[in-house]
Every structure is written in structure tokens, then in C-alpha cells.
């Protein structure tokens, strides 16, 4: 006896699809097979026309922190609805700056103790990065503390009043590589962007179509360039994230190719796949991102090197902003960040695989699979037995369209406003517990839970 069986549906995995049961017993997956297989269930689940795939895992939000207005409770509830059983976020070393309001420095494992205690009304799982945000030698004492804690990744960035000169990042690629841990870098070149920030508040440049001007593409290539030669001098593991244009992601694309998988993955973001800087115009400061959303052959561009396999995962950057905080005068005043974690299977989906012809084994190897071995967690990202019932149950042929109004993230708005797709989640599962039925949260706050995660082998 098991006390469930999603019955009727065709499982995805990383290589194939498969007309088969699931069997859960528990927060575990117990069996994947044909029904005269399956063992007796307490309860049974039809997913006869859907597809039953695992659920997504986005290594890269910000959540209830100065780069997010949502809380743990309105962030995990709208990554439930889309599809999403884990996510990672960050623990922020605190700095003293225009950009928060702490009042004093802090460091990396305090980040850790504040997001957990912030966590506890989670419905999905989550993770945590570390976060480097200043030059003081001192989180060199508590970086094993912090890869002991679960996090083995550490955030590093190029630009912003955090941003770290190349001579400390140097070192902290020494220091990461001797912990097998690695480096999660934002790049873009800050000189460039801030120079030319700053021209354009000198001339007045205030509209939204102004913007990725500001931080315009071989800015973040520069960037990635030096920082990448840095990790790999080192022999630290780099993992490039929101690569967002055709010129940053040929760069890493080399470093891969000298060095291999095992030393360089790399992510771009749904919005890159789906939306050109057209968007502006369009919307305003809503879609003000970081970096910008580029070009049309940008877009081409992170689909060629995501079937090459130079970008191995598909996240979302999700930010929990208000209008209100989006809609200034002069873009340079607005708030960076957009939401994105109900829409990002149904929208990545529907581009992918709908218009694209992309596979749904390539679906969960970017949305799901590559996440988990990269980002350490090795009982999630598949439906084999033994691991965690992390499941998405999906419609593929449910057209709908996009609004903000079905939100339940605190943001107001989505970039996606009034896009049509087809593809809809219909059910999600957390460790055997149903989260997300047919639109609606149906678990607890605080079933999700801590998830620590180990330093993986990224040779597969």
C-alpha cells in the first residue's frame, strides 16, 4: 500500500517520455512503472492528457530583502502555482550603503540565520547562496562555517556599490576553490555602466528606452571575461548566472570549451528567451532587469547556446516589486527587478517547446535536472525512486492568458502581461504533500523546508 499513484500520464524524464504511473509514499517517489506494476494506493491522482514531470528548481530569486518586496509566504505560494517545489536565494553579508537600510556590516552566516528565520511560513523548499557585498578579509574566517551550513556557493558581483574590485575576487576564487565550493557571478563592467549612467542624467535620458543603453552588452561580456579567467586560474568552479546576450554567453562558451563542464556552467533567464528590448517601449520601467533584456538576436542567441549546451539552466530572477516603485520619472530611480516565478514553466514552455520545437526531456534537464546536480541537490531535479516527491503535474494543451491579477507574489504588474500560452500546471507536489490544486494553495504555510546542499561533481 502507497498512499499515492498519479495514474494515466506521460512522466518526462532528462532523456525520455514515458506512458507511466507514480507511485509516492511518504515525501518519496517509491516507483515509476506500468499500473499492474504499481502497488496498492490510499489515493489516486488522474493525469490522463498531462504530463508529470519534476518539479522545477530555480536556482536564482531574491526574496523579502532590499531586491524584493515578497515575503517567503507570497513568494513560495507563487512558485507553487507555477510549478516551482525549490528555489535558492541569498544570504546577504550586510553592508552599509544607499541600497539598504543596515546600519552596520554583517557577515555571510548571519544572512543564513536571517533568511531561515524569514522562511518559516515557506510552502515550497529552498536554499540559500552566500553573498560577498564587501572587501574585508574577515569572511575569509567564516567561509568553511558557511559551506558546513549548506550553502557551497557564493555570490560574487561586478558592479552596484557592492560590486568587487578584480584583486579580491581573485582571492576569493582561491579561496572557494580550496573548499570545492564555488563562485555565482553577476557581471558587468562597472565603469562602462556607470559612466554612461551618468551621461545620460547629465543629458536628461530619463525614458525607460534609455536603459540598456546604460549597460549595453559587451559591458557584461568584458565582465565575464575577467572573472572567468580569474576562477579558472584558480581552478574554482564558475557558474555564470542571467547571461542575457549573444557577446557574454560566446565568451563563456570558450572558457567551457577549454575547460570543460566540470569547471564552468552557466544560466540565462526566461525573459532573455521570450522578450526583446521592444519591451521598453512597450511597458516602461516594468521590465527594467539587470542586465537589460537585449535585442532580438540576443534572444536567438541563448537558444543556440542552450541547445549547444553552453547554458545549462533556465531561472527566472525573480523580484517582488510594486508599480509603484517601478513607475519614476527617470528610469535610473526606478527598482531593478521583475516578477517571475508562477509564469516561468508556462512561459518558458510555450516558447521552448511550443513555438521553438524544443523537447520536454530538454524542458526538465534546464528547468529541473541541471539545477539539481549543479546546485547540489541530489534528491531532487528527477522522478527516479528513492528521491523526493517533487512533482509538476502539467497540462501541455490548456491555452490561457497571462495577468497580473492571478498574482500571488505581492507584485502588481507581470511582464507578461496579456501573453497567451499553452501549457498550464494543474498540480504541484512538495515531498508527497499537494501544494497547488488547480489554481489554489492547498498546503500549510511552512511546509517547505531548509534544504542544505552539498558540493557536487559537475562532470555529468
Given at each position: 500500500?502507497?498512499?499515492?499513484?498519479?495514474?494515466?500520464?506521460?512522466?518526462?524524464t532528462?532523456?525520455?517520455?514515458?506512458?507511466?504511473d507514480?507511485?509516492?509514499?511518504g515525501?518519496?517517489?517509491v516507483?515509476?512503472?506500468d499500473?499492474?506494476?504499481m502497488p496498492?494506493?490510499?489515493?489516486?491522482?488522474?493525469?490522463t492528457?498531462?504530463?508529470v514531470m519534476?518539479?522545477?528548481?530555480?536556482?536564482h530569486?531574491h526574496?523579502?530583502d532590499?531586491?524584493?518586496?515578497?515575503?517567503y509566504?507570497?513568494?513560495?505560494?507563487?512558485?507553487?502555482?507555477?510549478?516551482?517545489?525549490?528555489?535558492?536565494d541569498?544570504?546577504?553579508q550586510?553592508?552599509?550603503?544607499?541600497?539598504?537600510?543596515?546600519?552596520e556590516?554583517g557577515?555571510?552566516?548571519?544572512?543564513?540565520e536571517?533568511?531561515?528565520?524569514k522562511?518559516?511560513?515557506a510552502?515550497?523548499?529552498?536554499?540559500?547562496?552566500g553573498?560577498?557585498?564587501?572587501?574585508?578579509?574577515?569572511?575569509?574566517?567564516e567561509?568553511?562555517?558557511?559551506?558546513?551550513?549548506?550553502?557551497?556557493s557564493?555570490k560574487?558581483?561586478?558592479?552596484?556599490?557592492?560590486?568587487?574590485?578584480?584583486?579580491?575576487?581573485?582571492?576569493?576564487?582561491?579561496?572557494l576553490?580550496?573548499?570545492d565550493?564555488f563562485?555565482v557571478?553577476?557581471?558587468e563592467?562597472?565603469?562602462i555602466?556607470?559612466?554612461?549612467?551618468?551621461r545620460?542624467?547629465?543629458?536628461?535620458?530619463g525614458?525607460?528606452?534609455?536603459?540598456?543603453?546604460?549597460?549595453?552588452?559587451?559591458?557584461?561580456?568584458?565582465?565575464?571575461?575577467a572573472a572567468?579567467?580569474?576562477?579558472m586560474?584558480?581552478?574554482?568552479r564558475?557558474?555564470g548566472?542571467?547571461?542575457?546576450?549573444?557577446?557574454?554567453?560566446?565568451?563563456l562558451?570558450?572558457?567551457?570549451?577549454?575547460y570543460?563542464?566540470?569547471?564552468?556552467r552557466?544560466?540565462?533567464?526566461?525573459?532573455?528567451?521570450?522578450?526583446?528590448d521592444?519591451?521598453f517601449e512597450?511597458?516602461?520601467?516594468?521590465?527594467?532587469?539587470?542586465?537589460p533584456i537585449?535585442?532580438?538576436?540576443?534572444?536567438e542567441?541563448?537558444?543556440?547556446?542552450?541547445?549547444a549546451g553552453?547554458l545549462?539552466?533556465?531561472?527566472?530572477?525573480?523580484?517582488?516589486y510594486?508599480k509603484?516603485?517601478?513607475?519614476?520619472?527617470?528610469w535610473?530611480?526606478s527598482k531593478?527587478?521583475?516578477?517571475?516565478?508562477?509564469t516561468?514553466?508556462?512561459?518558458?514552455?510555450?516558447e521552448?517547446?511550443?513555438r521553438?520545437?524544443f523537447s520536454y526531456?530538454?524542458?526538465?534537464?534546464a528547468?529541473?535536472?541541471?539545477?539539481?546536480r549543479?546546485?547540489?541537490?541530489?534528491?531532487k531535479g528527477?522522478?527516479?525512486?528513492g528521491t523526493?516527491?517533487?512533482?509538476?503535474?502539467?497540462?501541455p494543451d490548456?491555452?490561457?492568458?497571462?495577468?497580473?491579477?492571478?498574482?500571488?507574489s505581492?507584485?502588481?504588474?507581470?511582464?507578461?502581461?496579456?501573453?497567451?500560452v499553452t501549457g498550464r500546471?494543474?498540480?504541484?507536489?512538495?515531498r508527497?504533500?499537494?501544494?497547488?490544486d488547480?489554481?489554489?494553495?492547498?498546503?500549510?504555510?511552512?511546509?517547505g523546508?531548509?534544504?542544505?546542499?552539498?558540493?557536487?561533481d559537475?562532470a555529468?
Open positions: 500500500m502507497v498512499e499515492t499513484l498519479i495514474q494515466g500520464g506521460t512522466v518526462v532528462p532523456t525520455d517520455t514515458i506512458e507511466a507514480v507511485a509516492i509514499d515525501e518519496r517517489i516507483a515509476v512503472g499500473s499492474e506494476s496498492e494506493p490510499a489515493r489516486t491522482i488522474d493525469a492528457g498531462s504530463l519534476p518539479g522545477v528548481i530555480d536556482p530569486v526574496i523579502d532590499m531586491f524584493s518586496f515578497d515575503t509566504e507570497t513568494a513560495t505560494k507563487a512558485a507553487a502555482l507555477g510549478g516551482t517545489t525549490t528555489y535558492i541569498f544570504a546577504w550586510a553592508w552599509v550603503g544607499e541600497m539598504t537600510d543596515w546600519e556590516p557577515t555571510i552566516l548571519e544572512g543564513i536571517r533568511k531561515r528565520a522562511a518559516e511560513d510552502v515550497v523548499d529552498y536554499g540559500l547562496h553573498a560577498i557585498t564587501r572587501q574585508d578579509p574577515a569572511v575569509f574566517e567561509l568553511e562555517a558557511v559551506v558546513d551550513a549548506g550553502v557551497p557564493i560574487l558581483f561586478t558592479a552596484y556599490e557592492f560590486g568587487l574590485e578584480n584583486g579580491f575576487m581573485d582571492r576569493v576564487f582561491d579561496a576553490a580550496d573548499l565550493a563562485a557571478l553577476h557581471t563592467e562597472a565603469t555602466c556607470d559612466e554612461r549612467t551618468a545620460f542624467q547629465e543629458e536628461g535620458k525614458d525607460p528606452e534609455w536603459y540598456p543603453k546604460s549597460r549595453p552588452d559587451y559591458a557584461e561580456a568584458i565582465a565575464a571575461d572567468a579567467r580569474m576562477a586560474e584558480a581552478g574554482c564558475y557558474y548566472i542571467h547571461t542575457s546576450c549573444r557577446q557574454s554567453a560566446e565568451v562558451a570558450d572558457y567551457r570549451e577549454e570543460g563542464p566540470e569547471m564552468l552557466a544560466e540565462t533567464c526566461t525573459h532573455y528567451t521570450t522578450l526583446d521592444s519591451i512597450e511597458l516602461g520601467n516594468l521590465p527594467m532587469i539587470a542586465p537585449r535585442k532580438p538576436d540576443d534572444i542567441a541563448m537558444f543556440e547556446h542552450l541547445a553552453t545549462d539552466v533556465v531561472s527566472t530572477d525573480h523580484c517582488g510594486t509603484e516603485s517601478k513607475q519614476v520619472d527617470n535610473w530611480d531593478f527587478g521583475a516578477n517571475a516565478l508562477q516561468n514553466l508556462p512561459v518558458f514552455h510555450d521552448a517547446v511550443n521553438r520545437g526531456p530538454f524542458l526538465v534537464r528547468l529541473s535536472y541541471n539545477p539539481a549543479i546546485f547540489g541537490l541530489p534528491g528527477t522522478l527516479d525512486p523526493d516527491a517533487d512533482i509538476v503535474i502539467f497540462d490548456e491555452t490561457y492568458t497571462i495577468t497580473a491579477e492571478d498574482n500571488a505581492v507584485a502588481d504588474f507581470s511582464i507578461y502581461e496579456g501573453r497567451e500546471v494543474t498540480r504541484t507536489f512538495v508527497g504533500e499537494l501544494v497547488a488547480d489554481g489554489e494553495i492547498v498546503a500549510d504555510n511552512g511546509h523546508e531548509f534544504v542544505e546542499r552539498e558540493s557536487t559537475w555529468f
